[in-house]
């Protein structure tokens, strides 16, 4: 059984290996969204429920849900849960696994296992539901949710930060997150990345001088955030400009800056797309690093990096390199494992990654994983081929 | 091999059962404190590091650590994962768990699967620590962690609040939980329970009028939340009296109201304590019932209710019932599972809850539990006897 959410994934987690002969399981119509329970901040909701329509069915309720990322539209929330999907507001909310209050799930033998009435602290023994969180439908098939909600701020404000370098990047990042308690959102582009957006989109150049990396930060309060991101940004070391957005269309607009990317890469070619994190103490050197090692792999390759700075995540887009795939791949994430980042920092292993997956988790890690994955799916029908080497 | 920390626990998990042959395995020699890593806020520390030894290293480096509770002294880093302990901070930082970046741990076939490189993101698998969080040392046996630190917020203000009931108390939570957004502390206690503390500490009556139920609300952040803690409890239904403290020493008056029910009980008697989690919907219900039952098991007992009431987390301690104490925590248990509640919210199974396990968890929980259990420790070398029932 390959088991399909949204199929928004980007390591192949939901599509049956060419020429496999697993029954394609969708849960798209399993779309039902309960009340919301507004005095629990919770709703339980069927896991084919796309992102939009949960954050449609909390607004509705005077709430917001905690996890946002660009394919809303199409990802499921089985999905969302099954791969641990990060995306813009990690930073203040957490990753999908910190949504999640309890699951209803079919194992491989038939049996349900169930935990929906949301308590927020129950230690009664293994917390299973923890455990399908990033287990990419390998133990058992999510087919209900219940989900954290979280209150709408009141007011917002987006920022537009050019900094000198990545470590200006990274120590604003420091100190932001010190001292704009509302801070919800810390993006990071490079010239490169806007270089492409500009020339697919048409967008300005934001700043009269270019800079060789920007930020965008987003803030979200009670009080309206816009002075006190003036002031910070105003006296901090490395930034070279900034430009703060208290009204909407101004916030749309310096967003674009940074969610424009994955379009403006797809428009100009196909690319190897890697997401990895590295620890903080490391980002620096990884961001220096990296283009070398790429350039050995393919001499006439792109590189577009951007990405969720706080947690030191780095999408890695590399254009004119289709035919050097593998060798760009194995290139990257071999710095990624001297650097002891993660090779899939939110977009999981799938299919693609496998190979890769040894540079992250040691023989022995492996081992119990695979162990646990015989003790409940002993047969290996459930995502064969996906997250986990053969034995 | 029974595993044990500081043996704080109150359920029997880190003692060996009477008669046993198990080796005991106390880690509280593992002490190794890393230097704090402020840029990711983060730090590596032994297993046996005490919580107040940790709080120490955090606050010398002006962090602090996210869970506190009495225990403080005693309790050991890796029991309090191990138990996924919870405490007065859950509201603010949430339990043991989510403090946990990684973690060390020895498996029961001697091997060592290790991750502290803290990355906040990392989706390569099973979520290994996460498994072991709260696994009360069946899976294996914790050995170093890498744990989350939080700021150390400049204001703090506590208020005692007088409210005349349990559903007051409810509908104030909801309310200061929005308007309050630095809200780290929300504790229940009633008036059997300030009585018993003023009986035996001999604390003056808090207010001029007695009241059924009292709040202590803690806020700290990064102004005065003096004022608008006055103004929100000023404006609430249900608020009989409140009182608002900051400055440190009527802080710690207000907080020992609360904080000295556990003394107060230790020397009025041997309480039975049973520490459940009941859905919010279902909490004020559950109050009114639980007397009733418990008097039909010991006519003769005095109940005690108090504990963190946003999470619907109530410890019941239960004096004069000594001979009864089988019959009273059957009574309280049956209660709360026709609530969907959880038969322990903090305190874990370890042996003395395990009989009452099956009205928290399905057979198909128990049966996955216990598979995952025999994938990783086949010949039940772990803390034989704690948490899973015998198969």
Not at 40 to 48: D, E, F, I, K, S
Request: overall charge negative.
């Amino acid at each position: 059984v390959t088991v399909q959410g949204g199929n928004t994934g980007l390591v192949g987690g939901g599509v049956p290996a060419a020429g496999s002969d697993t029954v394609l399981l969708s849960l798209t119509r399993l779309d039902e969204r309960e009340p919301v329970d507004v005095a629990a901040r919770q709703v339980t909701v069927g896991a084919g429920v796309r992102l939009s329509a949960l954050q449609q069915h909390a607004g509705a309720a005077g709430l917001d849900f905690g996890v946002d990322l660009a394919a809303r539209d199409s990802a499921t929330v089985g999905g969302l849960v099954a791969t641990n999907a990060g995306g813009i507001r990690v930073l203040r909310h957490g990753s999908m696994r910190e949504q999640v209050a309890g699951a209803e799930a079919v194992l491989a033998d038939g049996t349900v296992i169930s935990r929906l009435t949301g308590l927020p602290k129950d230690n009664t023994g293994y917390d299973l539901t923890q455990l399908l969180a990033g287990s990419e439908g390998t133990l058992a098939v999510i087919t209900r949710l219940r989900l954290r909600l979280v209150g709408v701020p009141a007011q917002r404000a987006v920022a537009l930060v050019a900094v000198e370098s990545t470590a200006a990047a990274i120590s604003l990042i420091g100190r932001v997150r010190d001292e704009l308690p509302d801070l919800q959102a810390a993006e990071l582009f490079y010239r490169a990345g806007l270089d492409l957006v500009r020339e697919q989109t048409g967008v300005p150049e934001p700043f009269t001088e270019p800079a060789p990396a920007y930020l965008v930060l987003e803030c979200a309060g009670r009080t309206d955030p816009t002075d006190v991101m003036l002031e910070v940004l105003g006296s901090a070391d490395g930034v070279l400009d900034a430009t703060v957005a208290g009204d909407l269309a101004g916030q749309r607009r310096l967003w674009a800056y940074r969610e424009s990317h994955t379009e403006a890469i797809n428009a100009a070619g196909v690319p190897v797309k890697l997401d990895v994190s590295i620890p903080m103490g490391g980002l620096d050197a990884f961001v220096a690093e990296v283009p070398g090692a790429i350039a050995a792999a393919a001499p006439k390759a792109r590189l577009i990096l951007f990405g969720h700075v706080n947690e030191g995540n780095l999408h890695v887009n590399v254009l004119d390199a289709v035919d050097e795939g593998e060798e760009v791949t194995d290139a990257v994430l071999q710095v990624v494992a001297r650097y002891g980042g993660s090779i899939s920092s939110e977009h999981g292993i799938g299919r693609a990654k496998v190979p890769w997956l040894h540079l992250s988790r040691s023989p022995a890690e492996l081992a119990a994983m695979r162990a646990i994955k015989n003790a409940l799916d002993p047969a290996g029908l459930l995502n064969p081929g996906v997250l986990l080497p053969d034995d």
